[in-house]
């Protein structure tokens, strides 16, 4: 794998080596999830009613469980 | 605040928050209420992007946030038997979401970066906060993120195995 940089992207770099050096000895795998699927959506933006309930529902923000 | 009605979501997606904007007069109060809900936060992550986001502009106060938080009043008013429910899991998979809002900070075109990390089914950290450096694409934001989140993951991994 090329480990060289261009100006261009150099700024990238710390981050790109820190992650690709875990992928590389498999301590995490990384995904691409969609954003249907992206629970951390929830934090980047105000999302429609619909959407926002679906959410909730995924972080498993629920009704109190009666103990 | 007894009388007002509930809402579906505590912020507002046609609204931003515009500055600069008439100061609001009681700025004490303000911070009260503002303190509570961070505090909420420990177990309530759906309000935790629109605090967060109040938080951004204490200083000071003005009123177009005393409207965006008293949204979070009433929505919190329609959802108080709401909360974060942990139970027994058969999975003990760390699983991290990372997500980047790029140049989402209206005032100085910094990004916003967050992460979740979930213990199986359950969240059990999260965080989200202003890049420190201004990413000049999305790409580059994202990564930032993604390496955030990844420190989390390990340092709970190494947590995990130490207990």
């Known amino acids: 794998m090329n480990l060289v940089f261009h100006a261009r992207t150099k700024h990238v770099d710390v981050d790109y080596h820190f992650v690709r050096d875990r992928v590389a000895k498999k301590e995490i795998r990384i995904h691409f999830i969609s954003s249907q699927d992206q629970l951390a959506n ?17 972080l498993q923000v629920d009704p109190s469980h009666s103990a | 605040m007894i009388s007002y009605k509930p809402v579906d979501t505590p912020i507002s997606t046609s609204k931003v928050i515009i500055l600069p904007d008439p100061l609001f007069s009681d700025a004490t109060c303000f911070r009260q209420i503002m303190r509570a809900l961070k505090y909420l936060t420990f177990s309530r992550l759906d309000i935790y992007f629109i605090v967060n986001r109040v938080c951004q502009f204490m200083h000071p106060p003005t009123y177009s946030l005393w409207v965006a938080m008293k949204c979070i009043l009433r929505y919190l ?87």
């Open chain 2, 77 to 163: 008013k329609g959802t108080t038997t709401q909360d974060l429910h942990i139970t027994r899991s058969s999975s003990f998979a760390l699983l991290s979401f990372t997500d980047a809002n790029w140049a989402g900070s209206i005032d100085d075109r910094k990004s916003m970066g967050d992460y979740l990390v979930f213990f199986g089914q359950k969240p059990i950290s999260w965080k989200l906060g202003k890049q420190r450096t201004i990413a000049r694409s999305s790409t580059e934001a994202e990564y930032k993120a993604l390496a955030n989140g990844t420190a989390e993951v390990i340092w709970l991994r190494y947590l995990s195995t130490d207990l």
């Open chain 1, 42 to 58: 929830v934090f980047t933006k105000p999302l429609p009613t619909a959407s926002f309930i679906a959410f909730c529902f995924k």
